[in-house]
């Protein structure tokens, strides 16, 4: 599948089927994490893929995360660490990059796992200090975000975008100056 059509079918997936994802296939989807760019090739992250099914139903039970994650055969959390990430961002020498620099890494991840038929969804939501308590996260390193991942419950879940479900073109786009 070409770049563009993964992106044209990838869709934030929320129902998953438990089987496992082969190991192989698995490497191949992670390893594109690995070879994101990032300001100044820091590599700021850390990503820890959670298979164990004890810890998931945790993820819901205890920190109160969305069921979906202990549907999917594993999660993955994807984890930054400031202090190796380049700080300078917009001239201000105290914003690191690190946030953009592991968002990057698991934008990479949700479109290599579309191409191969592996669903994602991005989770922001969740409560960073029973997560970090959860998966033994180091004071240095902050929780980003995470997502399952696995095999979408139903083939339709990938699809092109419904009607109006984005801002137009012109909406997003100007010319030369903010407008
Ligand atoms: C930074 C970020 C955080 C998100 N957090 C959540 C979340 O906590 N739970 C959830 O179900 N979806 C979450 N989403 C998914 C968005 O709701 C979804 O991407 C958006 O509605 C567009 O739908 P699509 O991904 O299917 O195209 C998040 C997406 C992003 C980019």
């Not at 479109?111 to 969740?126: D, I, M, N, R, S």
């Not at 979408?152 to 073109?169: G, I, T, V, W, Y």
């Amino acid at each position: 599948m070409d770049i563009f059509e993964t992106i044209r079918i990838r869709r934030s997936v929320r129902d998953y089927k438990s089987d496992p994802i082969p190991e192989e296939k698995l490497r191949k989807v992670l390893d594109v994490m690995r070879q994101a760019p990032s300001a100044g090739n820091r590599q700021p992250w850390k990503f820890i893929i959670v298979k164990d099914a004890k810890i998931r139903q945790e993820m819901v039970v205890t920190c109160g995360a969305q069921p979906f994650l202990s549907q999917a055969p594993l999660v993955v959390v994807a984890c930054g660490i400031e202090k190796v990430a380049w700080h300078g961002v917009g001239g201000n020498r105290s914003a690191s990059a690190v946030d953009i620099d592991v968002s990057i890494a698991l934008t990479y991840l949700t479109l290599a796992a579309a191409a191969e038929g592996l669903g994602t969804c991005w989770v922001a939501a969740f409560n960073e200090a029973c997560f970090k308590r959860l998966l033994k996260v180091p004071e240095e390193a902050k929780i980003v975000s995470l997502t399952p991942l696995g095999y979408p419950a139903s083939p339709d879940l990938f699809h092109p975008l419904k009607e109006n479900a984005r801002k137009s073109f012109d909406e997003v786009f100007c010319n030369n100056v903010y407008s």
